[in-house]
């Protein structure tokens, strides 16, 4: 494993809330970090002692195919204790809150609780009650963190400095919050990042954030070096935004006599889940352009990365309560 300089670590937060905490030095902190993790998870024994008698609780209250998995195994590869709370059956089916809920998982002495959830904001409401870690792992349209940080992560392995590189992202920028981690983070690595939807769900806040804006996807496809697709997200909206899936496919879907007229090394990126057909398809998804399946491998990577610095600043924390205990302070 390329060596971590814990000395020099300078990330210093108690929680992962959202991109718009971070500053550009965080983001290419867990970048390095990753990519010291992206040899451990090549391994033939792909497990680092780092969080040994810790426990990550792994709280989805919404459903998870990518990002509960790889925390599931990110918190594994670090040799933490890992608990997957199954809302499902659980006392939430009672009418428990989630603040209770996350105060009787620290109370059984828990270090991080991984958290994703319907309601914007709701990752941030449990950390401003507890002295454990939260992570958030995607809060309604809000934000999505840990996505943004892998997203930038395969950019910057696949081509280096992203200074100025021209990003589309396309799709249901409304009710992303993909969408607005991913803004963030590449308008503080420095890429210009053009957004591009129906108007109706791409709301103008999104300029305010650096981004330009455009409803005109074919226009838009020659320049971009990176277009990142995004699926219409049912479970957000209401009726009526875009008058069918005809018509998002004929003015926004991806296909190859678009890709035909991007430049050559086009790269296509999607969060997943992938709606096939839709935003792209399968022809484009498993073709030489995505770096789809890619994402998700960092995802690991970046997950034990952000595991691995959040820890860290509990230890910073612990080492100086233990001094000014010893101290009498
Ligand atoms: N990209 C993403 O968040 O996927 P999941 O909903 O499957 O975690």
Redesign the pocket.
Known sequence: MTMLQKEKLQWSHQHLLGIRELTEIDIREVHSTAFAFKEVIRRRIKKVPALRGRTVVNLFVE??????VSFELAAQRMSADVLNFDVSASSFKKGESLLDTVLNIQALQSDIIVLRHPDAGAAHLIANHLSCSVINA?DGAHE?PT?ALLDTFTLVEKLGDITGLPVLISGDIAHSR?ARSLVLALRLLGAEVTLCGPATLLPQEFVQLGASVTHDFDGALPQARVIYLLRIQHERQQSGLFPGIGEFISLYGMNEERLSRCRPDVIIMH???INRGVELPSSIADGPHSLILEQVTNGLAVRMAVLYLLNHARLKTERCSRASARSGA
Request: net charge positive; proline share 23%.
């Open positions: 459903p998870s195919t990518r990002t509960r995607g999505h996505q993909v969060p997943g889940p």
